[in-house]
């Protein structure tokens, strides 16, 4: 694209004003740091140091206008790639350009004549235009350093993971193209989660360099209570793959999500990932994908659902350890073995009669007739609420 051109009376006003270049620099610096304060509160950003940069940014404004060659581009590299070094954040450094440009403009305005004025005015796109692709070139330059840093540094991947899981997917996006500096190549994506038994200990130990063993990319973020991280799937590495080397991992309960294509939809599945969590059994190292335990899953996202189910089996439980156990787990195994006293009593190592006797006491309990489908059904739910819950 060929480079705008800007009318006789406007070059010549850049021309005038660009041996003050670093006067004007100075004042340019001055209202930055009176507008974006985290540069004067950042002290390895010296004044010295943003007053060159506004000195060259103006100078490769104004030139550019007059028609010399176009912005010093390797200068604004490397000023973005110096803000990243120094630990400005890239909404602050962008901030900061906004704020020259405007300076810039402010400056033109007021040294123009009035017939400068009513040319100035149809130039405003293409400087400003000038002052984005400084602005663009100092941004590429600092996501490569970001990029190159996030990539070795563990906490950097880790703060990254907990933006995208926690939902601020356009911060993520704003800063950096999340699966690139994640390193995350793959067909689909799946959220994982763990509880944490000890507050600052990983259950899922060296996660991310056992599967890397695999040739799984993911990345991983530690919070006092949950060890949760992004994993990316691949051809030949699906969810059940990858649930399969979990459980040779775990140390306390974990929930998967289910895939999903792109990162904008990790929040939802971390949700999914923390309720397939609360609906394994506490106090195991149990796998469970959002899939596997839907009744279960439904459960532990409605908490009160669950105690007035719960209720049901509350005379059960009343009569303590190990009677609710031994009731409650035949109640189990009798469903699971679709209502078979003889299938259950071979699985319990009991005889069938034990079994009879067990489930008509329940019965008496609960008042649940389990001959009845939809009351089966209920025990069902009711059994899983126990369980998820810890209750037996």
């Not at 959220?191 to 259950?203: D, I, K, R």
């Not at 992004?230 to 999500?257: F, K, N, P």
């Amino acid at each position: 694209m060929a480079p705008p051109t800007f009318a006789e009376t406007v070059r010549d006003l850049c021309t005038a004003l660009l041996p003050q270049s670093d006067d004007l620099a100075t004042r340019m610096a001055d209202r930055i740091r009176r507008e974006v304060p985290a540069y004067v509160d950042n002290p390895l950003v010296a004044a010295e140091d943003l007053e060159r940069s506004c000195a060259q940014n103006l100078r490769d404004i104004l030139s550019t206008v007059v028609g010399r060659p176009g912005p010093n581009i390797a200068a604004a590299q490397a000023t973005g790639a110096r803000r990243a070094e120094q630990g400005v954040s890239y909404a602050v450094m962008l901030q900061a350009f906004r704020v020259g440009g405007r300076c810039v403009w402010e400056i033109l305005v007021e040294q123009a004549d009035n017939s400068t004025r009513s040319d100035l005015l149809p130039a405003a796109a293409d400087i400003w235009g000038i002052s984005d692709d400084i602005a663009a070139a100092a941004s590429e330059a600092y996501r490569a350093v970001v990029l190159d840093r996030a990539r070795r540094d563990h906490e950097t991947r880790a703060v990254l993971v907990g933006t995208l899981l926690d939902g601020d997917v356009a911060a993520a996006r704003q800063d950096w193209s999340s699966a690139a500096v994640l390193d995350l190549r793959g067909t689909e994506f799946v959220v994982v989660s763990a509880e944490c038994h000890t507050p600052g200990a990983e259950a899922l130990p060296d996660a991310e360099r056992r599967l890397s063993g695999r040739h799984v990319q993911s990345a991983w973020r530690l919070t006092p209570d949950s060890h949760e991280g992004l994993v990316a799937l691949r051809v030949g590495y699906g969810t059940a793959a990858l649930s399969e080397d979990l459980r040779a991992m775990a140390t306390t309960r974990v929930g998967r999500s289910r895939p999903f294509a792109t990162l904008d939809l990790a929040p939802a599945a971390t949700r999914q990932a923390r309720l397939a969590l609360a609906a394994a059994t506490p106090g195991t190292s149990e796998v469970v994908g959002y899939e596997d335990r839907p009744v279960a899953v439904l459960l532990a996202g409605s908490p009160d659902g669950a105690d007035t189910v719960l209720e049901l089996l509350e005379p059960v439980l009343d009569r303590g350890q190990p009677d609710a156990t031994t009731l409650l787990e035949t109640a189990r195994v009798w469903l699971d073995t679709g209502g078979s006293t003889s299938a259950a009593a071979e699985q319990l190592h009991l005889h069938r009669n034990t079994v009879r006797y067990r489930l008509g006491r329940l019965e008496e309990l609960t008042g649940i007739d389990i001959t009845h489908p939809v009351q089966a059904a209920t025990l069902h739910v009711a059994l899983e609420a126990a369980r998820i819950r810890g209750r037996g």
